[in-house]
């Protein structure tokens, strides 16, 4: 079993900066891709970025490309997102997850490609 708790989350003004990180432990010898997704209440967890293959593939949805960045340490078994210029319409839940060698392949964004999830963290933005 694998366990992902998230940290850094929290208040920041729209235009300001905030990097989250996740944190592994358990099996993660067989991860081999990590992602963050968010998600706002009444709405569809929505992909944001995901990294694989010890960052030889990195993927990130348009809306965030040029403002976020996503890197990984596979020897500490963190994840990390690195959020600037902030929207308002980007507060929300933000989810680490990752997937392990055995998971069945599904489209790298959605959510059923991943098979661990952490609990969640808060980010919210503030005009």
């Known amino acids: 079993q694998v366990q992902l708790v998230e940290s850094g989350g929290g208040l920041v003004q729209a235009g300001g900066s905030l990097r989250l990180s996740c944190a592994g432990s358990?099996?993660?010898?067989?991860?081999?891709?990590r992602a963050w997704f968010r998600q706002i209440p009444g709405k569809e967890r929505e992909f944001v970025a995901s990294?694989?293959?010890?960052?030889?593939?990195?993927d990130y949805a348009d809306s965030v490309k040029g403002r976020f960045t996503i890197s990984e340490d596979n020897a500490k078994n963190t994840v990390d997102l690195q959020m600037n210029s902030l929207r308002r319409e980007e507060t929300a839940v933000y989810y680490c997850?990752?997937?392990?060698?055995?998971?069945?392949?599904?489209?790298?964004?959605?959510?059923?490609?991943?098979?661990?999830w952490g609990q969640g963290i808060q980010v919210t933005v503030s005009s």
């Open positions: 997850a990752a997937k392990r060698r055995f998971h069945p392949i599904h489209n790298k964004r959605s959510t059923k490609d991943y098979d661990c």
């Open positions: 358990g099996h993660a010898n067989s991860i081999y891709a």
């Open positions: 990294i694989r293959w010890s960052g030889s593939i990195i």
